[in-house]
Nanobody, 115 residues
């Protein structure tokens, strides 16, 4: 059974950096895309960054220039480097995989940015 596991969330001051990671997707067949979504308090889940198997990457406008998504196949690791964090980046961050078998989600990791 596939289980995506996120790590690396936490509390940081505005302007700081965090790196969140996701593992557990090695056994997923025919991955089309992988990425990160987030859901802030009282808000809908939104796409943060997506990397497709062909290499193309999309970022939400709100994080462009601050966040970087990367995938390390050898380490079975998907990462999101977040720099210049803002209080509005506070949310639960979810790892996401789209494959020929369907969609997979992690349980989420909390990122809190204080003033």
């Amino acid at each position: 059974q596939v289980q995506l596991v996120e790590s690396g969330g936490g509390l940081v001051q505005a302007g700081g950096s965090l790196n969140v990671s996701c593992t557990g997707f090695r056994s997923i067949f025919r991955i089309n895309a992988m990425g990160w979504y987030r859901q802030g308090p009282g808000e809908q889940r939104e796409l943060v960054a997506l990397i497709r198997t062909g290499g193309s990457i999309n970022y939400a406008d709100s994080v462009k220039g601050r966040f970087t998504i990367s995938r390390d196949n050898a380490k079975n690791l998907l990462s999101l480097q977040m720099n210049g964090l803002l209080p509005e980046d506070t949310a639960v961050y979810y790892c996401y995989v789209n494959s020929g078998w369907g969609d997979y989600w992690g349980q989420g990791t909390q990122v809190t940015v204080s003033l």
